[in-house]
DNA sequence: ATATCAAGTGGGAAAAAGTGGGAAATTAAA
DNA sequence: TTTAATTTCCCACTTTTTCCCACTTGATAT
């Protein structure tokens, strides 16, 4: 399972090192995507692959329209890229998704369950701020829908 | 059973040593995540297993579709990590999360059914004297809820 | 009173993780 | 075809983390 939070380096020829602690799980390649919210999501092969089908299919409980689902499919796919993970465990970010979360010199890469998410430091922890005032109302929403 | 109210010293590596009562019961690794309410959880993995089941929204690979569930896996999975504890029986407090509650030198360690949390020793003398003048009210009202 | 043991604390040295940069290889441009 | 630019590969440095050993304190036993 991928979880924690680590403040790394954008270097100059925009790698940055992937936590030692992640490297395992997410392999030799990985695939980088736009996310929701103002970050990017990187997902293992194997996961990639399950959540294309899920978003492709059109059998899925998504309650979206056709054409939205269009939208979204290519907002997802049309900006993924697979990148290979160096010997020394860092990636390269494409200049296209860096530019999308306002990445300068330091990222956060965040360990969430299944996927990985890279922020700009700073947006990550303001967002951490308000997530934090609100985490006791989530848990109980939350808490409450799974136990209908 | 996890019972009992330690008050240790963080030294200047972030260790802490967990009470000797408690390091049968948790094992070799645990998970620290950000708690509700102003600490840490400390759950042994066994625990942590149910516990994120639970929390991610287990017949949905698509889950981060939904806005109130990544914000809330973010803050679970993103602020937690899997801590080794030492051969001495010390495990390693991650800055953020000593961030988080504001621990500096001293912390309490509270054992709570089945899992552990730890707050800056302070904030939990003050929070004591506060839960003790509530207690009777409190029973009543949990008392209520349960035998409804 | 002294020795012994267990629990907790502190610190040095080795190992690992993260960062930076040069040179070779590849691609693009002139 | 040569030159310039970009990308890839590899090595080296710095910082952080881990591992191990030793000290302190307080309780118990001799």
Chains 1, 2 share one sequence.
């Not at 020829?13 to 602690?21: A, D, E, L, Q, Y």
């Not at 995507?33 to 998504?62: A, H, M, Q, Y």
């Not at 329209?65 to 993924?80: E, H, P, T």
């Not at 956060?108 to 985490?135: C, P, S, T, Y």
Request: net charge positive.
């Amino acid at each position: 399972m991928l979880i924690g939070e680590y403040i790394h380096t954008i270097d100059e020829k925009n790698r940055i090192s992937m936590p030692v602690k992640f490297r395992k799980e997410m392999g030799k390649k990985i695939i980088i995507t736009p996310g929701l919210d103002s970050c990017l999501f990187i997902f293992t092969i194997k996961e990639w692959i399950k959540v294309s089908k899920r978003l492709s299919d059109n059998n899925n409980d998504l309650s979206f329209l056709k054409a939205d689902q269009r939208s979204f499919n290519r907002y997802m796919f049309g900006r993924a890229a697979e990148v290979e993970i160096d010997s020394i465990g860092r990636i390269l970010i494409p200049d296209f998704l860096k530019d999308r979360i306002g990445l300068k010199d330091k990222a956060a890469i965040i360990g969430v369950e299944d996927r990985v998410e890279v922020w700009n430091d700073k947006v990550w922890l303001q967002n951490q701020e308000v997530v934090e005032k609100q985490a006791g109302e989530l848990a109980e929403k939350l808490g409450n829908e799974k136990t209908k």
